[in-house]
C-alpha cells in the first residue's frame, strides 16, 4: 500500500513538474529535476505498471498543454527507463551516470538533427540571429565600445557555435549526477540499495590525463583561435573540458587532505569553489594527478 501510494506522488509530482515547464522562473527548476520521479517509478514499479502511470501523467499533461508537454516527456522518459534500469540491475554509479550521460547526448543530437530536417530550423542559424539581434540593439543604443564591428561579431557567434559540443556535454553531465544525488537515497528510503558514487576524497583521475592536457595546451598555443577547422573546434571544447576535469580533480585533493586533517567539510567546499572562481587554479588537480603529493598528508 506505501508502495503504491509513493508511485501515485512520484506520477503527481512528474506531472506538476511537466506543468511547470510552461511557467517563467519555475521551468528552470522543474527542467533540472525532471529525470528524478520518472526514474523512482521505473524502478520501483513493474514494466506494465510504469508504463500504465506514464501514460496516465502523459495523458492529462498533453489535454492540458498540447504537443509540447507529450516532446519534453518523451525526452526525459528515454534516460529515466536507461537509469532506472541499471539501478534494478544493481549496476555501479559510474557505469549508470556514464550511461545516462551518453543516452542524453544521443537524444539532443538526435533532436538538432529532427529540427532541422523536419521543421527546417537550425539551432546553429537561430544562434546567429539571436546574437545578430542582441548586438544591433545594443549598438542602437551606444552600449557597444568603439572599437566593436562586424568581424567581432562574426567571431563571437562562431565561438558560440562552436561551443555547442562542450555545452551539451556538460549539461548532459550535470542532469545525471543530479539525479543520481536525489534519487539514491530516495530508492534507499524505499528499500532499494544503489551504489553511490566514489566519495569526493577518492577521486583521482589517471595519470596519462596530464600528458593528454599538455599536448591539449601546447595544441592550443600554436593553433589559430578563429577558423572552422575541425583541429580548431576540437580544442575549443577540449580545454575547458579538461580544465573541468582537472578543476573536480582539485576539489578531490581537498577533500582529501580534509579528511586526514580531521578538518571541517566546510573548509574544502570553500576552497573548492574557490577553484570553480579562479579557474587557474585548476593546476593544483594537475599536479595532484601528476605526482604523489597527497603522501605527503597521509596519516602516519
Known amino acids: 500500500m506505501r508502495t503504491g501510494m509513493k508511485s501515485l506522488l512520484w506520477s503527481a509530482l512528474l506531472l506538476a ?16 529535476v525532471m529525470l528524478v520521479p520518472a526514474v523512482l517509478l521505473y524502478a520501483t514499479l513493474s514494466k506494465p505498471m510504469f508504463a500504465v502511470h506514464m501514460g496516465a501523467v502523459y495523458g492529462i499533461a498533453l489535454a492540458i498543454m498540447g504537443p509540447p508537454a507529450l516532446i519534453v516527456g518523451l525526452f526525459f522518459v528515454v534516460p529515466a527507463i536507461v537509469m532506472g534500469h541499471l539501478y534494478r540491475k544493481g549496476a555501479p554509479a559510474r557505469k549508470v551516470v556514464t550511461a545516462t550521460l551518453l543516452t542524453l547526448l544521443a537524444e ?5 538533427v529532427l529540427l532541422d530536417r523536419l521543421f527546417d530550423m537550425s539551432l546553429l542559424t537561430e544562434i546567429r540571429d539571436l546574437i545578430l539581434q542582441a548586438t544591433g540593439d545594443l549598438d542602437a543604443q551606444g552600449l557597444l565600445p568603439a572599437t566593436w564591428g562586424a568581424d567581432m561579431t562574426d567571431a563571437f557567434i562562431q565561438t558560440m557555435i562552436h561551443s555547442i559540443p562542450m555545452t551539451m556535454i556538460t549539461v548532459a553531465f550535470l542532469y545525471a549526477v543530479i539525479t543520481h544525488a536525489i534519487a539514491r537515497p530516495l530508492l534507499r528510503a524505499s528499500g532499494i540499495e544503489v551504489p553511490g558514487l566514489q566519495k569526493a576524497r577518492e577521486w583521482m583521475l589517471p595519470r596519462l590525463m596530464v600528458f593528454y592536457y599538455l599536448i591539449v595546451l601546447f595544441a592550443d598555443m600554436v ?3 578563429q577558423g572552422d577547422s575541425f583541429l580548431t573546434v576540437a580544442l575549443l571544447n577540449l580545454v575547458p573540458l579538461m580544465r573541468l576535469a582537472f578543476t573536480i580533480q582539485a576539489i578531490g585533493f581537498f577533500f ?4 586526514q586533517r580531521g578538518w571541517s567539510r566546510v573548509v574544502p567546499i570553500l576552497l573548492g569553489a574557490l577553484v570553480v572562481a579562479f579557474p587557474p587554479l585548476s593546476l593544483i588537480g594537475v599536479f595532484d594527478a601528476a605526482f604523489p603529493i597527497r603522501a605527503a598528508f597521509k596519516k602516519p
Open 17 to 32: 513538474l511537466l506543468l511547470a515547464v510552461a511557467v517563467p522562473l519555475l521551468n528552470a527548476l522543474a527542467l533540472a
Open 108 to 112: 539532443l543530437m538526435l533532436e538538432l
Open 223 to 225: 593553433v589559430p583561435d
Open 256 to 259: 582529501y587532505v580534509a579528511h
